[in-house]
């Protein structure tokens, strides 16, 4: 279990190192923290919609209906929550909320989010990462940039590869 | 076969360098045990018994010949000299050492191989029929569907976490001989009335420890929709497939615990938004992809030869068995293909040595325009062999003991690593298999039986498929002691059924004696040219049990 409340050391955005990363996660599903501005749980953050130093943590297992899409429009970040790195739902959530809801802000994944998940992470369409306390930014930056070549189609590319071939030859 | 361009070597370059990193940071104590655990996984590398395990993907069973003097290269090299093929087309090296994983990695990237997604809980490598572009019985070439397949399915950013593995094979032909009904995602190729392709798409089937025969989601497919299809079968799964009990967490168990209506619902709901998005096929696209697979420049081969082939056939009586067991029919008259028998006592079954490795692909070379096709019942296909050639391949063959005219006898075991090597096993099984292979090893008894799978796995994973073997055997453990347990009934083709457990199980040194029991009864129930699952289907479990039990 995640303390309460987290500051994170190190923020990727956007494929850098993030100079400043203000938004603490709350992951106290019945009380608001005292700092500003927050994530906190989906509950907490659509009973407090007015208030706009607050963001939405969506939990893995987030069922993403339409109405709940166009509530989360209203933030300008939602942060995605991966309680085990080997959870993928998150990635799924991710798509589903820039593909299908074309939801506009920032989409953020806290938690365990390790290096190594970062590359996928960033083309599922996450802008921003919350890495692990315990990981190496240094390590972060490189495994994020390993390929430059990939198979799908995804949040960012979206002429297939086969597509492409076809053009090139 | 399938040959990489810029962009394909250049990903499995990348991600040499990506594994090389990710072992040094997990040496440098940067990255956890369980948090190097799935990222080594996903390149083939597991822990084992004895030591460290590499899976090498084969991507639907297919090898070229110098992709195979490859392989034998890095086994003497890297591993003791051989390997081993596996029920998923895939060859694992058993001996490697962890920290030359990366140098192995990187040779296999120069000769258009990785091991990228063979084992974890992601896509595995899509497998296909053997006979893939040459049987007499196919509608569509299968090869060029699973290449697309593979693509779209290696390191897909979504689905590289997924609740558990998940295996997708597809069929072409009008006999599955991929299984289909027993993979978490079978695909069959077919032509409806109009002349259009289609795909049907079947999910949630599976062995392992609740074995179960995958249901219909849809069955009419357009081609053009393949991978966004399968997109949503796959999205579906990952979010609402269990998480919380490892042995509850395959498709199978969210398909049954939905029902298929409710699970094609949520597919169907879920595609609506992918359909005809960019991954959406198109003409140019496939036919880009069956380009890769043309029909070899074949030579006609005259009626004389055909004739000649015959006569020597009917001459020579060694010949003539393995022909009539390892040779199987072409759509192309005058050629043939010709299963090499990986099965021999001294080894375990889908073992191969280096030396037979080049060897192989030497044959390859001269009978098979340099093309070999891994089975999942652990032999090795030379495609396109004509017949006039087959008397000479068959003698080079004898010489490499790969000539065992026993293809699809009861000698003909699928046999999982077992206790032997893998950590995960409750008994061994390369003994039973060798046992077993001892026991019933005259030709004359085995041509008798006709065509009998008979299946080993040392758990309950059933790698060795043993729920779908006409007789399926399992190792169990019970308080420390190796116990097996036998089934009958499983087949893994177009009836596909699962195995029923004959009751108790038996001692190792037991096991044959009981299979001979089992035999017998077959043989005294027989109807005239009644295959062994047929009289089984006819007479039911009761027989064999009262016999076996007595």
Not at chain 1, 147 to 167: C, H, M, N, P
Not at chain 2, 119 to 133: E, K
Request: glycine content about 6%; some cysteine.
């Amino acid at each position: 279990m995640p303390d309460s409340l987290v500051h994170v050391d190190h923020l990727i955005a956007h494929g850098e190192l993030a100079a400043e990363n203000s938004w603490c996660v709350s992951y106290d599903e019945e009380a608001l923290p005292e700092q500003r501005p927050a994530i906190v749980p989906l509950g907490l953050w659509l009973a407090n919609s007015s208030d706009a130093e607050l963001a939405p943590l969506l939990a893995s297992d987030t069922e993403l209906t339409v109405s709940l899409a166009k509530e989360l429009k209203a933030s300008p970040l939602v942060a995605v929550n991966f309680p085990a790195f080997t959870d993928g739902r998150g990635y799924s959530l991710a798509r589903l909320l820039r593909e299908r809801f074309a939801y506009p802000g920032e989409i953020r994944a806290v938690g365990d989010v390790l290096v190594d998940q970062l590359n996928y992470m960033r083309r599922c369409g996450f802008d921003t990462m919350a890495l692990r306390d315990d990981q190496h930014p240094e390590d972060a930056l490189r495994a994020l940039n390993a390929f430059s070549v990939r198979y799908q189609t995804d949040v960012q590319e979206r002429t297939a590869i086969f597509t492409k071939r076809l053009e090139n030859s | 076969m399938y040959r990489y361009d810029n962009h394909d070597q250049t990903l499995v370059e990348e991600r040499v360098a990506q594994f090389r990193d990710q072992m040094a940071r997990y040496r440098a104590g940067r990255l956890g045990e369980s948090e190097f655990l799935p990222l080594r996984l996903q390149n083939g590398l597991y822990i084992q018994r004895h030591a460290p395990m590499l899976r090498i993907a084969i991507p639907y069973g297919m090898l070229a010949g110098y992709q195979l003097r490859g392989l034998a290269k890095i086994t003497r090299r890297y591993d003791r000299g051989y390997g081993h093929f596996t029920t998923r087309q895939n060859l694992q090296l058993n001996w490697p050492d962890m920290d030359d994983v990366p140098d192995i990695l990187a040779e296999l990237a120069t000769i258009q191989m990785h091991a990228i997604q063979t084992s974890g809980n992601c896509i595995r490598n899509t497998t296909s029929d053997q006979f893939a572009g040459i049987a007499l019985d196919e509608v569509e070439d299968p090869r060029p569907w699973c290449e697309l397949i593979r693509q779209w399915s290696t390191l897909h950013p979504e689905f590289a976490f997924l609740p558990r593995k998940f295996k997708i094979a597809v069929s072409g032909a009008t006999t599955d001989r991929a299984a289909i009904q027993v993979h978490d995602i079978g695909l069959r190729l077919w032509y409806n009335e109009q002349g259009e392709l289609r795909v049907r798409v079947l999910a949630g089937g599976g062995l392992g420890r609740t074995p179960m025969i995958g249901d219909v989601v849809r069955d009419d497919l357009p081609w053009e929709h393949l991978l966004t299809y399968l997109e949503a079968c796959v999205r579906v799964y990952n979010q609402f497939g269990r998480r919380d009990n490892k042995f509850k967490a395959r498709i199978k168990i969210l398909v049954k615990a939905l029902g298929i209506e409710e699970y094609r619902r949520r597919v169907e709901e879920e595609w609506v938004h992918l359909k005809d998005g960019p991954q959406t096929l198109n003409q140019a696209a496939v036919d880009a992809a069956k380009a890769h697979f043309p029909e070899p420049d074949r030579r006609p081969v005259a009626e004389s030869a055909i004739a000649d082939f015959e006569r020597l056939r009917s001459e020579n009586r060694s010949f003539a068995r393995f022909v009539t067991n390892n040779v199987t029919d072409h759509k192309v008259p005058g050629y043939k293909a010709v299963t090499l028998s990986l099965k021999r006592r001294e080894h375990a079954p889908g073992d191969v040595t280096a030396d037979q490795m080049e060897a192989v692909a030497d044959l390859a070379d001269r009978f098979g325009f340099g093309e070999i096709r891994v089975t999942h019942e652990q032999n090795l296909v030379l495609s396109d062999v004509p017949v006039d050639e087959l008397e000479v391949l068959w003698r080079e063959l004898e010489a490499l003991g790969m000539a065992n005219p026993t293809v699809g006898t009861l000698n003909d075991i699928i046999c999982c690593p077992g206790g032997d090597y893998c950590a995960l096993a409750n008994a061994v099984s390369i003994p039973i298999a060798q046992a077993l292979q001892e026991r019933f090893e005259d030709l004359d008894f085995l041509y008798d039986l006709g065509p009998l799978d008979l299946n080993i796995s040392g758990c309950m994973n059933a790698c060795g498929h043993h729920h779908v073997g006409h007789i399926g055997i399992l190792g169990v453990d019970k308080k420390g002691e190796e116990y097996y347990q036998i089934s009958l009934g499983g087949n893994a083709t177009d009836d596909a059924s699962l195995g029923k457990i004959l009751g108790p199980s038996f001692f190792r040194e037991d096991v044959p004696d009981v299979v001979d029991k089992v035999l017998k009864v077959y043989v005294e129930q027989r109807h005239e040219d009644e295959r062994f699952l047929d009289t089984y289907r006819r007479i039911g479990l009761k027989p064999f049990k009262e016999r076996v039990y007595a």
